[in-house]
T-cell receptor
Framework: DAKTTQPPSMDCAEGRAANLPCNHSTISGNEYVYWYRQIHSQGPQYIIHGLKNNETNEMASLIITEDRKSSTLILPHATLRDTAVYYCIVRDNYGNEKLTFGTGTRLTIIP | GAGVSQSPRYKVTKRGQDVALRCDPISGHVSLYWYRQALGQGPEFLTYFNYEAQQDKSGLPNDRFSAERPEGSISTLTIQRTEQRDSAMYRC?????????FGPGTRLTVT
């Protein structure tokens, strides 16, 4: 019952911006959009989250459309170490609820 | 600072044996989560705790699986009478507010 839709895979040239889309057309008003990534066999790593405003941190930017039905994660200058599976997750509240992972987008950074 | 730790990192057991997987969360984190991840899939929620109280165990697949966190810190996930289908990576995460921090996981192989 994943609430998000992501492309299964994407490529991006090293040094370019990687733009990863996510559709979440059934998102409700109190649900946040979270992004995690998983590099190889490591545990998932938190990247960023947002409710309705665009957000930026040292890792990435998150752009959420005005109707909140989709979002884009932007890695501004992709490096080879950004090769990973990226998960877009909608999550109820800013509380301690479980994460429901879908299948994610496998991003490959090309040298 | 220390992150989430899990032990053992690898466990091979024979079918029918019981196993106990341990998670040591980040100090002070209120919430602790258990997930299971099959190869090529995203993590799947099993159960979570706030302090010592188990808040949601809806993801535990059957009554052979149980978890406890008696003092609100370290948690143990126990699988009784293991079966081959229990083979997976078992991941623990902890959080204080919002984002979850994942441990390295325990790779369980049931032969």
């Amino acid at each position: 019952d994943a609430k998000t839709t992501q492309p299964p895979s994407m490529d991006c040239a090293e040094g370019r911006a990687a733009n990863l889309p996510c559709n979440h057309s059934t998102i409700s008003g109190n649900e946040y959009v979270y992004w995690y990534r998983q590099i190889h066999s490591q545990g998932p790593q938190y990247i960023i989250h947002g409710l309705k405003n665009n957000e930026t941190n040292e890792m990435a930017s998150l752009i959420i459309t005005e109707d909140r039905k989709s979002s884009t994660l932007i890695l501004p200058h992709a490096t080879l170490r950004d090769t990973a599976v990226y998960y877009c997750i909608v999550r109820d509240n800013y509380g301690n609820e479980k994460l429901t992972f879908g299948t994610g987008t496998r991003l490959t950074i090309i040298p | 600072g220390a992150g989430v730790s899990q032990s053992p990192r690898y466990k091979v057991t024979k079918r029918g044996q019981d196993v106990a997987l341990r998670c040591d969360p980040i100090s002070g984190h209120v919430s602790l989560y258990w997930y299971r991840q099959a190869l090529g899939q995203g993590p799947e929620f099993l159960t979570y705790f706030n302090y010592e109280a188990q808040q949601d165990k809806s993801g535990l697949p059957n009554d052979r699986f149980s978890a406890e966190r008696p003092e609100g810190s370290i948690s143990t996930l126990t699988i009784q009478r293991t079966e081959q289908r229990d083979s997976a990576m078992y991941r623990c995460a902890s959080s204080s507010l919002g984002e979850q921090y994942f441990g390295p996981g325990t790779r369980l192989t049931v032969t």
